[in-house]
């Protein structure tokens, strides 16, 4: 293999291991914050109980989250020297912004929260966790205003001098169509993912039935957000498939291993065959005009297909391939879809057999509800591959090629050992975060205080 493509594998292996966390703190803080406002508000010990019980997953999650993030931004002068040096002076402002900002805002309430029970007042201490919860979801807008940036670059000019992009709109980072519906549709993601997390838990004390009464809320918290969550989402993700077919219309038509203009589209099922080297798969139970509905919103819509886009893209900025991997950007698109399909009868199910009063006796639901767990790690893992190998060979869209952002300085020798290296630390923080998690989330809730002693700080 060369450097660049060493190079890319370490970046999608760190990544995607760092993504496996994200969303379950943006998502868990949420409804932790909500546990801990029922609490609140009602003073019952359950409430208290379960929002310690989840806030120590949270603090474990949090603690590998950082650290699997922070190699994320060392491997941009590692690895992507060129791609620091060409575009860092758009890409690093929303970056700082994060870091100065977003993870101060999470990390400094992160440890008033903790340590703050028997010290700050109820509603302080309250208002500690919403600003966690809140620093988190900032933190993903910065992160996802600099990834949008790359899928549509705005807010910007060419210096004549240095033939570098200069950050000249700080504000149209913000507003930038792919970011405003791509943060929402994370955001949503999110929500499913916490929710997914604490229903699955929730599923597996249910089953044991030590403490069926501290986890029937829970439960129910987590179908409540869960089923909605779900469905915005799908709605999201169909509106962000629409503006990126209007600005990377490359990626709509690969993940349909559309190589020829249609009007009207359909969407296949699934296919046999497919991929840069078969223009011509047997698709399977083609739905008429749902993939002109998807792509643009129009029962009769036009999709162009790869190879029109291939040769405007040859005029546009010279000869080069620039269809990325279309058996990539097929399966990707629909292990998201199918998967989050799946999740929803989970959910659906779910409420159905709790307006039933027969959520906690249900043994099948329970047993379906702890594997249904992978399911919004699978979906997200697809998105993000989804979305970031639709934009190949770009690094940025139209404005620097993959392969000119790598360091010149580092050879493949040294990219192996360090893709080596990253291996072996992420497989051992997967184990020790792996054993944390299921290990609390197989103990009992803790018990609640009595009136005249302080609440004691979450241990983990």
Same mark, same amino acid.
């Given at each position: ?27 868990? @803080? ?19 109980? %379960? ?5 120590? %997953? ?39 912004? +994060? ?22 007042? *109820? ?13 988190? @979801? ?65 599923? !597996? ?23 909605? @969550? ?20 490359? *990626?709509?038509?690969? @993940? +349909?291993?559309? !190589? ?18 078969? +223009? ?71 409420? !159905? ?5 027969? %959520? ?5 639901? %329970? ?8 399911? &919004? ?15 190949? &060979? ?54 609640? &205080? ?11």
């Amino acid at each position: 293999m060369s450097q660049l493509d060493l190079a890319r594998l370490q970046f999608a292996m760190t990544s995607i291991y760092h993504f496996l966390f994200v969303p379950v703190t943006i998502g868990l @803080a949420f409804l932790t914050a909500l546990l801990q406002t029922a609490w609140h508000r009602t003073d019952r010990p359950d409430y208290l109980r %379960l929002t310690r019980f989840f806030g120590t %997953l949270l603090v474990i999650n949090i603690a590998v989250g950082v650290v699997t993030g922070l190699v994320q931004e060392f491997q941009f002068g590692m690895d992507w020297s060129g791609y620091s040096r060409t575009v860092g002076d758009v890409f690093g402002a929303p970056l700082a912004m +994060e870091g100065l900002a977003a993870f101060f805002l999470e990390s400094t309430f992160l440890g008033l929260w903790i340590f703050g029970w028997e010290k700050l007042p *109820k509603r302080v201490h309250l208002a500690t966790v919403w600003a966690v919860a809140a620093g988190s @979801a900032l933190s993903a807008a910065f992160i996802m205003a600099a990834n949008s940036w790359m899928q549509h670059p705005v807010g910007y000019t060419i210096d004549p001098d240095t033939g570098r992009p200069q950050l000249s709109d700080v504000w149209a980072l913000f507003t930038n169509p792919v970011f405003l519906r791509g943060y929402l549709h994370a955001l949503l993601a999110s929500l499913v993912t916490g929710a997914m997390v604490m229903l699955a838990v929730s599923a !597996w004390q249910l089953r044991k039935g030590a403490d069926p009464e501290a986890f029937r809320p829970s439960a129910r918290l987590a179908l409540i957000v869960l089923t909605p @969550a779900l469905l915005f989402a799908m709605l999201v993700g169909s509106e962000l498939g629409v503006t990126e077919g209007k600005y990377q219309p490359m *990626k709509i038509a690969a @993940a +349909e291993a559309q !190589w020829d203009t249609c009007q009207p589209c359909s969407f296949s099922v699934f296919q046999i065959g497919g991929g840069n080297n078969d +223009e011509d798969p047997t698709k399977y139970i083609a739905i008429p005009h749902l993939l002109s509905l998807l792509a643009t919103n129009s029962w009769n819509g036009q999709v162009i297909g790869l190879n029109a886009v291939q040769s405007q893209y040859q005029q546009q900025y010279g000869p080069g391939d620039y269809v990325p991997n279309v058996f990539v950007q097929y399966w990707s698109m629909r292990v998201m879809a199918y998967l989050a399909t799946l999740a929803l009868l989970v959910g659906l199910w779910g409420l !159905w057999l709790l307006r039933r009063g027969r %959520l906690a006796s249900s043994r099948r639901f %329970l047993r379906a509800a702890q594997w249904a767990v992978v399911l &919004p790690f699978l979906m997200n893992t697809a998105g993000w591959l989804l979305t970031e190998s639709g934009r190949q &060979p770009w690094i940025v869209q139209g404005v620097q090629l993959t392969r000119n952002a790598v360091s010149p300085s580092v050879d493949t020798t040294d990219v192996a050992i360090s893709l080596l290296v990253f291996f072996l630390l992420y497989a051992t923080l997967a184990v020790v975060a792996g054993t944390l998690m299921i290990r609390h989330s197989r103990t009992a809730a803790p018990a609640a &205080p009595s009136e005249d002693q302080p609440v004691p700080a979450v241990t983990y």
